[in-house]
């Protein structure tokens, strides 16, 4: 019995919400704008594409790893935000939960990459 991967499904979650955060927070100023929609892009598009690859894949596949840079990325580009509050904690948060759910997605990676090659020995 194998058990589904939603960490990508909350990465998509978690890439939309940084592409909206900026509009959403007044007083948010170009460089975050850009960085913050950039990087939800990234972070969507790397679970779409995990989704895809973890259905058909044996091995081990290290999509992930995209979303864990990407989620360092956005708590390291609050020294962009000139002291506006909620878009230092905005990216934080998103940031934090871009990379644990990537390491979780990691984790099921490695157990699916494992599960497949002891049923094929």
Sequence with gaps: ??????????NIAVGIMAIISPFAIPGSDTAMIWSAV???VVIAVVAIIELGVY?????????????????????????LARGNAGEIWSDVVLGVMAIITACVALGYERVHATHTQLINH
């Design 55 to 79: 259905r058909g894949s044996s091995h081990m596949n290290y999509w992930p790893v995209i979303n864990i840079l990407a989620g360092v990325w956005l708590v390291i580009s609050i020294s």
């Design 1 to 10: 019995m194998s058990v589904p991967n939603f960490a990508p499904w909350i």
């Design 38 to 40: 950039i990087t939800g």
